[in-house]
């Protein structure tokens, strides 16, 4: 089983809708990521955050708003978005940002689909 | 510049075939990190093994064998007796300190037949 626990698994939203994305871990790691996978392509970087501070927004827009309340939860906030956003969203986590001498753990992701 | 090449998209095997994924990188920086991910169908991304720029020596973890050389820029995965349960798509990844982000290569998707 995984150690980063994604929530929803699934979430079809319209575009006027706002929901968020959960994410959660428990092994005391301080960064932890937000990628995005489209349908046949690798993750891409969008938010990272170390030590509950945003360290590195990839020039994501707007309509996501990332959130990091405490060490074990990071959020992702969703608004107004598009069908182009429709994607894979993955959570990650490393004992700190930077880390990746060792390895990045991740979720099983949140599958969202924008009608 | 740091980039990965998968050049392999799909590739398609049976049962008990070895089978070799290509992995090549291009980065400027002398230190760096090397990586590969498999990822199933569930979603999530599982670690299988990290190397360092200092380390050309080869690993093997069971039916796993990784091949890294530094002179052509490549560290190739080698699936030996492949399983269905192999099915998968695997990524090579790339770190180093200078671009401070892991950098994916477009995936390959190993499909095994029984």
């Known amino acids: 089983d995984t150690e980063v626990t994604q929530t929803p698994k699934h979430l079809v939203m319209g575009m006027t809708n706002k929901k968020s994305l959960k994410c959660e871990q428990h092994m005391g790691h301080r960064a932890m990521y937000w990628y995005k996978q489209k349908a046949k392509k690798p993750p891409e970087l969008m938010f990272v955050?170390?030590?509950?501070?945003?360290?590195i927004n990839e020039s994501v827009p707007s309509r996501f708003s990332p959130e990091c309340p405490n060490s074990s939860l990071l959020n992702l906030h969703l608004h107004a978005l598009q069908p182009e956003d429709s994607a894979l969203y993955l959570c990650?986590?490393?004992?700190?940002?930077?880390?990746?001498?060792?390895?990045?753990?991740f979720g099983e992701g949140s599958r969202l689909t924008v009608l | 510049a740091q980039k990965v090449t998968q050049a392999q998209t799909e590739i398609s095997v049976v049962e008990k075939e070895d089978v070799t994924l290509d992995c090549v990188y291009e980065?400027?920086?002398?230190?760096?990190?090397l990586f590969w991910y498999k990822q199933p169908p569930s979603g999530e991304l599982v670690f299988l093994i990290r190397?360092?720029?200092?380390?050309?020596q080869n690993e093997i973890s069971g039916r796993y064998s990784w091949n890294f050389q530094k002179s052509t820029s490549s560290f190739n995965f080698t699936i030996t007796a492949s399983q269905v349960v192999d099915s998968a798509v695997y990524f090579c990844a790339l770190y180093s300190g200078g671009y401070n982000k892991l950098i994916f290569g477009a995936g390959t998707r190993l499909a095994v037949h029984p």
């Open positions: 955050y170390s030590y509950e501070k945003l360290s």
């Open positions: 990650a986590s490393s004992p700190y940002r930077g880390s990746h001498t060792g390895e990045l753990f």
């Open positions: 980065t400027r920086d002398t230190t760096y990190y």
């Open positions: 190397r360092n720029s200092f380390d050309e």
